[in-house]
Nanobody, 120 residues
Framework: QVQLVESGGGLVQAGGSLRLSCAAS????????MGWYRQVPGKERALVAR???????NYADSVKGRFTISRDGAKNTVSLQMNSLKPEDTAVYYC??????????????WGQGTQVTVSS
């Protein structure tokens, strides 16, 4: 099993910044990628940003130019720097890791989620 522990959520005013971090531990093998998703009540969890083991990134259109994802492969951590936050960024943010496991194929792991609230 893989454990993901997130930190860095909280309350911030519109226009402010927050940095989310996620540390992976446990049975880590060949990581395909790590990323951040967010979810608001009544909606499905949606991609915010993802980074592959090779450093390729992709972002939701709504956060491009404001959020930056980064990864430390040696420490198995992923961070999300969020700038120019807007009230619509308010959500629970989840860290995700997907890796290849022999006999299983690609497996996906999720963190417990961290609340980000942006006040107007």
């Amino acid at each position: 099993q893989v454990q993901l522990v997130e930190s860095g959520g909280g309350l911030v005013q519109a226009g402010g910044s927050l940095r989310l971090s996620c540390a992976a531990s446990g049975r880590i093998f060949t990581i395909n990628g790590m990323g951040w998703y967010r979810q608001v009540p009544g909606k499905e969890r949606a991609l915010v940003a993802r980074i592959t083991s090779g450093g390729l990134t992709n972002y939701a259109d709504s956060v491009k130019g404001r959020f930056t994802i980064s990864r430390d492969g040696a420490k198995n951590t992923v961070s999300l720097q969020m700038n120019s936050l807007k009230p619509e960024d308010t959500a629970v943010y989840y860290c995700r890791l997907d890796q290849y496991e022999t006999g299983w194929g690609t497996r996906v792991y999720w963190g417990q989620g961290t609340q980000v609230t942006v006040s107007s």
